[in-house]
């Protein structure tokens, strides 16, 4: 036995059956039995009930109730327009219906109230695939008020991606005070900050409401900002006076390194700091205490997400000098940041997207936007660098090997032995050497700690997400 199908022509003919009753008036109306009338503008659809219930659960539910509706063999509809309630009904007999930016919206909202959900999830793929920034507060709101919560993670999404482009639009300034709070609460948003602060100062005197302005400016990142641009800052007559009063002294301290250092370090502890709102791993570090390493490491690492989300993950002094509890910690956590303290006050370490796994032979891992770093070099009185890998050795940028610690580089950069001290420094063999240094001389080697072989790990962080 063999069996034949011709969906095709099943969905055609039953459409015709449809199509040609209410598109001529002359076909014999007795094969139907309800009507539904488009009070938009009087039109009359002529349907059959066992079509409809068997399509639809609203329709099902409304047949069986006995409800006047079903007395009276009509529906009004009062919510919909004739074309979309045409498409619709269309749909119901042939499972066929075309959607557009025009009327996706509508469709969307009828199938919600009507309960069509494989209208829903269609429509709804739709307009996922076909976000535009000309319309995204639109369907921010809608998928707020019908808890079409997908759509709205989406939507969020698409905006955070496309942030730089949406806030230069007059668009921006339409979204409700919840919207903006939430999408500058993801870490994924690559953008000035200062650039973002006068945006979110023409989006508050649009809105005319001086608290949410103060609300939303704490979730601006000033300890991003220039000189410059915190004395531009304090200009702006709109910021709250407990702010500027903040900013101001945060300006005034820009050329008091120590007491700057002191200020920065007591307001990123606090949570409840009116200026440093943000919460970042680095505000935990025993070792990261000046604010110029905290913006040269958030400057190289160039990553806003892993830098605002990233945790201490490990600590020598809290977790122990052993790369076992080392590696139980730290391995297959992808993007990773090493920063090592030596009793001698040298501070440097390395960051690898890759990360750490773990391996009883030695792995290497190819790692293109692997680099070292010196924040802290007194001995040769070096400012803070950064150091990338040499095209040539990518394919060597990290070695995972369970009985050592972090180790960069082939023949190697730096490692750690098994209690998580250096076990030698062959600086410039993988990473590219200051200028001026020739790899292997005694100022390449000692280069990162003042010795080669002679220094002893104070603490050693190990930062991810």
Sequence with gaps: METYLNLEKLSNDLKNLFQNQNQNQNQNESYFDFQIICEQNKSSFKTHK??????????????????????????????????????????????????????????????????????????????????????IVDILKLSESMNFNQLLDYSYQFISKNFDKFIKTSFFLELEENHLNLILSNNKILINEFELFQTIIKWGKYKLNINQISNIIQKIRFIDFSNKELKDTLKEDLIPNQISQKLFQFQKLEENEKELNQFIQKEIQNQNSLIFKSNFGLNSSEIIKEFKYFKKLKEWINDNEFFYKMKKGYSAKRDGFDCKKWHNKCDNKGKTLIIIKTKDNFIFGGF??????????????????????????????????????????????????????????????????????????????????????????????????????????????????
Excluded at 386 to 403: C, H
Aim: hydrophobic share 35%; proline share 2%; charged share 25%.
């Design 50 to 135: 066992s079509i409809l219930s068997s399509r639809n659960y609203y329709f099902k539910s409304l047949f069986n109730s006995k409800m006047k509706e079903f007395q009276e063999n009509k529906l009004i509809l009062k919510d919909v327009s004739n074309s979309i309630l045409f498409s619709i009904l269309k749909y119901f007999y042939s499972g066929k219906i075309e959607i557009n930016l025009e009327n996706v919206i509508e469709i969307l909202i009828f199938s919600s109230k009507y309960l069509i959900d494989e209208l829903i999830e269609i429509s709804l793929n739709f307009i996922k695939n076909n976000l535009q920034i000309e319309t």
């Design 352 to 465: 690898t997207q890759v990360g750490f796994k773990h391996s009883i032979i030695g792995e290497y891992s190819n790692d293109p936007n692997a680099f070292i770093f010196s924040l802290r070099n007194d001995k040769n009185n070096r400012k803070p660098e950064k150091f990338t890998i040499n095209q040539d050795e990518e394919r060597y940028a990290v070695k995972s090997y369970s009985i050592y610690g972090a180790i960069f580089g082939n023949g190697h950069d730096f490692w750690l032995n098994s209690n998580l001290q250096l076990d030698g420094s062959n600086f410039g063999k993988t990473y590219n050497l200051p200028k001026g240094i020739k790899y292997g001389t005694n100022e390449s080697k000692n280069y990162l700690a003042g010795s080669w072989n002679k220094w002893i790990v104070d603490e050693l962080e190990t930062y991810f997400i």
